[in-house]
């Protein structure tokens, strides 16, 4: 066995090569790795370090309790430590005792000051902290190990494994996170592969600690995931709340793990589930589209380890988003009527673009938002009722723009950024949203941000009117605006013009004029170029402001705007780079420019990026803009 150990106390990201090596049995606990950074110690000899001692001490001697996880606290505030273990989910009561008291020796050794730390093993993981870590989901620090043996020398097959590992890992973290409540979140499964006739089954597990909502252990889980290597014959991905791994031979006890139950089917709400379709009243209201409304986290930089967490959960409807799904969750349109008191004025939240708005309450007393696109044909969106108003409300408004000051604004950029990479790789299906703007946006009453009304792209253009097309355009990135294409990148260069626009107060597609910019992308890359970034802030927010995160959104925005698409990073680097400070960003390259004029209804775009000044002139007409279907991933 050898460790190659990267040398990092605070990388998010740790990467550890490891060589193939069936499970020992001869040790209690197989030490992968651990993470304590000693950028916060504490004096020896000092109450907090006893505290961590007795902590330690406590979870050892519980090492048989909770079904292989325990959670304690020891001492009190403001020294006091909170910790836990995790056992694999396999493991006796006996193997997790042993595993946890070599751990609770061992950690203490290799992170003797340390205020916080995590240490994994085969057989369990241990952690404490100076923060209240219980039910809170965290995905960092993130550590890989795989197998530096790759599956077949063909990259073809590396890649249709790398799928069938991908598919497999997903049902896994499925079934696991889906457990009832109080049991263990865990499951492992044997499957089987047939990439290569030697290695026939393909074993795989997933792990949350139970003290995680099923969709915080999911989202983990679908986070980890997403960090697995490709190709590679074995590879886990490790974080504190969470774990999953593969292998291609069986690395748990296949005796103790019964198969897991199935999990749950969807919520039927509206009742009549099985009824004949009361046509013409019945309308299939695509709420997967359209409510998918998610509850977005705040991005926590990692660095500010003693700020408490907080993770609102993403809504389970989020599993299904295919508008032609045959699953949708159907309303029946005398539900909505009455929910909204027929349509009443009384209850019309307002105007939305492609219709209005009305708030509404289905019986089960939960508060909905009823879009009304059309009426001839009835088609209807519903979503979640959200108390506050949409980001637009707040940036763009001379008054109302105190009410966001930096610390907000930042954590609204890193949640809508989680929220896209959520659509993009985390969802069952990717999804491309391909509307984003500040109006999509909504704020919670927590000022917590809530991306709404993906899926719109197909449906509001049909129906879109030229003006507001106009208005459109300000987000649109120029490949979706010419030539309809889009991809996860087309949601990158919205991502970068809400940030941008975040920073700054003002509208792209409405820029006043300044300093011979036409428009807010063209200004902020002016100012970069000039070395003078900070410009471009909110004055409303010159006051007080943290100036690298400043820096590192408008270099992040410029990076995602810029022309072409392969140059923008992807939203799971986007994340990255919110969350860890260590992490360089690279230079951001020209961005482009879409170039409108509004007298004539013209617009035309400029690639800046080669010399040739040469500018196409598109007419605008709704035709010319061919969306192709969402594809399943
Ligand atoms: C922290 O760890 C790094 C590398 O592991 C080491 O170079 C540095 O000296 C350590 N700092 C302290 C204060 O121990
Ligand atoms: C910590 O306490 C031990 C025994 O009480 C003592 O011998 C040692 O000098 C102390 N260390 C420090 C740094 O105070
Ligand atoms: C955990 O272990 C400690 C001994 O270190 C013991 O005092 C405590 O009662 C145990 N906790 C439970 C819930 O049994
Ligand atoms: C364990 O964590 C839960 C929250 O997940 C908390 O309610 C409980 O008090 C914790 N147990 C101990 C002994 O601190
Ligand atoms: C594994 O495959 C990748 C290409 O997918 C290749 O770059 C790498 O060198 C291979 N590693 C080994 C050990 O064969
Ligand atoms: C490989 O397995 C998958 C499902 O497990 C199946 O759909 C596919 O047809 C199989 N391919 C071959 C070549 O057997
Ligand atoms: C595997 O689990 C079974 C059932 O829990 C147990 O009887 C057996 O001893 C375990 N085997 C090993 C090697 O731990």
Redesign the pocket.
């Known amino acids: 066995m050898r460790i190659l150990r990267a040398?990092?106390?605070q990388l998010l990201l740790v990467i550890v090569i490891y060589l193939l090596s069936p499970a020992t049995e001869a040790q209690q606990a197989t030490y992968r790795f651990h993470v304590c950074?000693?950028?916060t110690?504490f004096p020896v000899n000092s109450t907090y370090g006893a505290n961590r001692d007795s902590l330690l001490a406590s979870l050892s001697s519980n090492g048989t309790r909770g079904d292989g996880f325990y959670n304690t606290t020891a001492g009190r505030n403001p020294d006091m430590v909170y910790g836990l273990f995790l056992c694999r989910g396999d493991l006796s009561a006996e193997a997790c005792q042993s595993c946890v008291t070599f751990a609770a020796t061992d950690i203490s050794r290799r992170c003797a000051i340390e205020i916080t730390a995590v240490a994994w093993y085969d057989e369990c993981l241990i952690r404490y902290s100076d923060v209240n870590i219980f039910s809170a989901e965290a995905e960092e620090p993130t550590v890989r190990l795989f197998n530096t043996q790759n599956i077949t020398q063909n990259v073809a097959d590396q890649d249709r494994f790398n799928q069938q590992v991908q598919e497999t890992m997903s049902e896994t973290a499925t079934l696991a996170s889906n457990t009832p409540p109080g049991s263990r979140k865990f499951a492992a499964r044997a499957t089987a592969a047939n990439i290569s006739s030697s290695f026939p089954t393909l074993y795989s597990l997933g792990q949350c600690t139970p003290d995680l909502s099923s969709s915080d252990c999911d989202r983990c889980l679908r986070f980890a995931i997403g960090n697995l290597p490709r190709g590679s014959q074995g590879a886990r991905v490790l974080s504190p709340s969470c774990n999953v791994r593969y292998e291609i031979y069986p690395f748990y006890n296949q005796t103790a793990v019964t198969p897991p139950p199935p999990p749950p089917p969807p919520p039927a709400p509206g009742g009549n589930g099985n009824s004949r379709r009361s046509w013409p009243i019945i309308v299939s209201i695509v709420v997967p589209i359209a409510v998918i409304i998610l509850l977005f986290f705040l991005a926590c930089c990692v660095l500010k380890r003693r700020a408490k967490k907080e993770y609102d959960a993403i809504q389970a409807e989020t599993a299904r988003c295919d508008i032609s799904t045959v699953e949708s969750l159907q309303y029946d349109f005398t539900t909505i009527e009455t929910a909204t008191d027929n349509f009443s004025d009384a209850n019309k939240l307002g105007e939305g673009g492609f219709g209005d708005v009305y708030k509404g309450v289905l019986p089960n007393k939960k508060e909905i938002a009823v879009k009304r696109l059309s009426r001839g044909e009835e088609k209807i969106l519903i979503y979640e009722y959200v108390p506050n108003k949409s980001l637009d409300y707040f940036i763009f408004d001379s008054t109302k723009q105190e009410q966001l000051d930096w610390s907000r604004r930042y954590k609204i950029i890193g949640g809508i950024a989680r929220g896209i990479l959520y659509l993009h790789e985390d969802s069952r299906l990717r999804i491309i949203h391909r509307d984003l703007k500040a109006s999509n946006i909504l704020l919670d009453g927590d000022m917590t941000p809530k991306i709404s009304d993906f899926g719109m792209a197909r449906i509001s253009l049909e129906l879109i009117k030229l003006k507001e097309l106009l208005e459109e355009f300000g987000y649109m990135s120029p490949e979706y605006a010419m030539q309809g294409q889009f991809s996860v990148k087309s949601d990158a260069y919205s991502f970068g013009v809400l940030v941008l626009e975040i920073i700054s107060g003002q509208r792209n597609s409405n820029f006043y004029e300044t300093d011979g910019a036409q428009d807010l992308i063209s200004y902020a890359w002016k100012l970069w170029k000039d070395e003078r970034p900070l410009e471009l802030l909110n004055p409303v927010l010159r006051v007080n402001y943290a100036r690298n995160e400043v820096v590192r959104c408008i270099q992040l925005g410029l990076l995602c705007v810029q022309e072409d698409p392969a140059d923008r990073p992807t939203m799971a680097t986007v994340v990255l780079m919110l969350n860890s400070y260590s992490a360089t960003l690279p230079m951001p390259k020209e961005p482009a420019f879409v170039v409108h004029s509004r007298t004539n209804g013209e617009m035309s775009y400029k690639g800046l990026e080669s010399d040739q000044s040469t500018s196409q002139s598109i007419p605008l007409s709704t035709n010319d803009l061919s969306i192709t279907e969402l594809h399943p991933r």
């Open positions: 040398s990092v106390n950074p000693n950028t110690t």
